[in-house]
């Protein structure tokens, strides 16, 4: 049974930079696309990122395109999320999914990080 572990949150100031690590252990998650999502309180789950199987190709939403980047290490089998000029509203739990290759769901869950942005 593969899990994932996130790691790498907490606070920064506006502006600032974190990069947000999910590990994944029990298993390979080479043919798992990858992605992030986040959720701020009292709001619902939204997509952040995601990453292909391959790892040839990358999405991400409006609101971080240009300032966050995911990336994937197959030797190490983990995924990155790398946060560049944060802004309050970036602020959230964010989790790491994996979707087998094929497959239309999600059924790869870390437990989250808490991403606080400070103004």
């Known amino acids: 049974q593969v899990q994932l572990v996130e790691s790498g949150g907490g606070l920064v100031q506006a502006g600032g930079s974190l990069r947000l690590t999910c590990a994944a252990s029990?298993?390979?998650?080479?043919?798992?696309?990858m992605a992030w999502f986040r959720q701020a309180p009292g709001k619902e789950r939204e997509f952040v990122a995601t990453i292909h199987w391959s790892g040839g190709s990358t999405h991400y939403s409006d609101s971080v395109k240009g300032r966050f980047t995911i990336s994937r290490d197959y030797a190490k089998n983990t995924v990155y999320l790398q946060m560049n000029s944060l802004k309050p509203e970036d602020a959230a739990v964010y989790y790491c999914?994996?979707?087998?290759?094929?497959?239309?769901?999600?059924?790869?869950w870390g437990q989250g990080t808490q991403v606080t942005v400070s103004s």
């Open positions: 029990g298993g390979t998650i080479s043919n798992y696309a």
């Open positions: 999914a994996g979707r087998l290759r094929d497959v239309n769901t999600y059924d790869l």
